[in-house]
């Protein structure tokens, strides 16, 4: 446990904890069962996230570690993200419906990741830490999940609890601990 | 003001307050001032979301009401969010760097979602309401902000205080009080 592990945003105004808090840690104990309340509530915070009109994009696959359906995820992904995210307690497939009755849906692919993000602030809210992933092989999880030419493989999240980062691999261990960082507010404004 | 409007949803497992609590309005106060403190939370909450390998791919145009970006944004939506959006405070487009050195970036429109899921969750948690909107003319919007081609507008959001809504016209007091409704989570899992 790594209880004394500080990773909040040093933010230039004042946010919600869970929001400053929340990091995506690549360190996952590879025992500690899932909690399954702490899932069910991820995933109800994301069923309400909003969407253009109400269309409820998102998809779910929900793999719990020991399945068959979670070595089928972890086979698609790429050989980092299988380094580390195997021992996650559950791996999540975010997935889109990006096509209804032929016409693309526009705002698929933005709803969905709204309701991922919901997901995360639920996630780190009731303890359970989150990585979401693109370096995954979307045909194959299509093929192994049997997804329509409609639903659209988007992210894998892995989620767990955080793992022993003092006694991670060097790599991983470096990643975890280096400072965060993102642009500034005023680097991402344009049109002004 | 509408101190007793209760739109909370109604969850089938426990989710945080802010993310129960949060609904889409169409009903602005057209003349309380913008909250230009619970904007820079908003806007920081979403500086914070994750992004494929953190490349922050959200881009953001703050356009407030009674300046000429404001017009500018109001002449781009379509008649019937014109109708109620040009009441809030602000409207914030979002924006996706959707190609870098000619390579497409295939999580900008994902990530944007998280990054607006970020801001929405904030804004609430500070007082404000949000209603992002699809209906626009996304050209219009990169002509009138000299956004060049690797710049892709998603979503118009607006942003601002609650409005009077026993005094809205008919169709906006109906829409705002339907009930609040969401496909259940075993109708989102796929796959299983």
């Known amino acids: 446990m790594n209880l004394t592990l500080d990773r ?3 933010t230039d105004a004042p946010i919600l904890d869970v ?3 929340r990091w995506s840690t690549r360190i996952f104990d590879p025992v500690a069962p899932l909690d ?12 309400w996230a909003p969407s253009a009109n109400n269309t409820q ?3 779910f696959i929900v793999a719990r570690r020991g399945t068959e ?3 089928a995820v972890v086979a698609t992904l790429v050989g980092f993200n299988q380094s580390w995210a195997t021992d996650a307690a559950a791996l999540v497939v975010f997935a889109a419906t990006t096509e209804v009755d032929g016409r693309p849906q526009h705002f698929a692919t933005y709803d969905t990741g709204q309701a991922a993000a919901h997901f995360t602030v639920q996630a780190h809210a009731s303890g359970l830490h989150t990585h979401q992933m693109g370096g995954f092989d979307r045909a194959a ?9 409609d639903i659209t493989p988007l992210t894998v999240m892995a989620v767990g ?3 022993d980062v003092a006694g991670a691999p060097e790599p991983l261990r470096e990643r975890e601990l280096a400072p965060r960082t993102r642009r500034s507010i005023a680097d991402s404004l344009v049109g002004a």
Do not use: D, K
């Open 19 to 21: 929001l400053a808090e």
């Open 36 to 47: 399954e309340a702490a899932l069910a509530s991820a995933l109800e915070a994301a069923r």
């Open 57 to 59: 994009p998102w998809r």
């Open 161 to 163: 609890a955080l793992g």
């Open 8 to 10: 909040t945003a040093s």
């Open 141 to 149: 999880i299509a093929a192994a999940f049997g997804l329509g030419a």
């Open 69 to 71: 359906a979670h070595a």
